[in-house]
């Protein structure tokens, strides 16, 4: 049974995404390197938009963090950017969308992933970082280490699989329906693009997408950082997200 | 051929399966952020936050039901082969 075309897992040479993600990293640097090269008390059009795009996400994180979210916001919002840019990216023809591929997402993952356990051992020490593995009643801690351990495991492998799958999913249905359009028949045109919708729909999710690796990673910062007495003093701010 | 039969059944099947219960969950949560909205307009930035993260939950275990059917789409024979391998017996 060789039929390993219809393996969609390894089709394509997994270079040309990471081509395409270096072109991402080089636009978003050279954007954010002219529009803060001279900055101006009145910002122009470039200022302007970065401006409102990073007082957004500054507010969005604390508002899912806290007050104390403030020194995670850069790596988050950095986050949102190149994973939003990336997904969309594959609705432009000739490029493809670098997250649509394993090697990308799980990349992604294990770097928010890192990051976390290194905020979370940063925040609480090394013995608190392992305390809060061991869980509240300490005897239990034999069985709910373990399980905890498992639980911060599973976390990469869910990020990675879910915009992967997502991206992926949404290219293929594009490329499904992009293949049915010639076969509908009426006098006008010779194809009707009726992936056009979807084309429509998946700059939606895109984004979406983006916003949920972000708020998944900020969430698993909040717990990992959070002390148990302070969780239930700290009021709830109301965050508006950035619409 | 039992194997192939299964395996055609499951590449139909799995998904839907994945996606019916899915759409029930998403859709109770949906609505149920929806009611905490209207009863509380004020709080209505936590509660679509929190329903954005519940939602991405219950989308990932589709999209792992999604992926096991491409996996297992790429196991499927070909029309051609099947046909021959009726023929043979």
Do not use: C
Request: proline share 6%.
């Amino acid at each position: 049974m060789e039929h390993h075309e219809g393996s969609a897992l390894v089709e394509g040479s997994p270079f040309v995404l990471v081509y395409m993600s270096w072109a991402v990293i080089i636009a978003l640097t050279l954007i954010a390197y002219l529009g803060t090269r001279k900055l101006k008390k009145v910002p122009g059009p470039l200022q302007n938009l970065l401006e409102m795009a990073v007082s957004s996400l500054y507010n969005f994180v604390e508002g899912v963090i806290g007050p104390e979210g403030r020194k995670y916001a850069p790596f988050l919002a950095t986050l949102f950017f190149y994973i939003s840019i990336m997904n969309i990216m594959g609705l432009i023809p000739f490029l493809r969308a670098p997250t649509s591929g394993l090697n990308m997402t799980i990349a992604l993952a294990l770097t928010a992933f890192g990051y976390v356990q290194l905020q979370a051992i940063r925040a609480n020490g090394f013995w608190g970082y392992i305390k809060h593995f061991m869980g509240e009643p300490l005897w239990l801690a034999p069985l709910m280490f373990p399980i905890h351990v498992i639980g911060e495991l599973a976390k990469p492998l869910s990020l990675s699989l879910r915009l992967f799958g997502n991206v992926f999913g949404e290219e293929k249905i594009i490329v499904i329906l992009a293949g049915l359009s010639p076969f509908i028949i009426q006098p006008w045109l010779k194809v009707v693009p009726i992936h056009f919708p979807m084309v429509v729909f998946a700059v939606f999710t895109s984004v979406i997408q983006a916003l949920i690796f972000t708020i998944l990673t900020a969430g698993y910062i909040t717990v990992l950082i959070s002390h148990e007495q302070e969780e239930e003093v700290r009021e709830a701010p109301v965050s508006a997200g950035p619409q | 051929m039992i194997y192939l039969v299964m395996l055609a059944f499951a590449v139909g099947l799995g998904l839907p399966i994945a996606v019916l219960s899915a759409a029930i969950a998403q859709g109770k949560v949906g609505a149920s952020a929806m009611e905490g909205i209207a009863r509380q307009p004020e709080a209505a930035g936590r509660i679509q936050l929190a329903m954005i993260i519940a939602l991405a939950f219950i989308e990932s275990l589709v999209i792992y039901a999604l992926l096991i059917f491409f996996l297992l789409q790429g196991k499927l024979p070909a029309t051609a082969d099947v046909l021959e391998r009726l023929a043979g017996g």
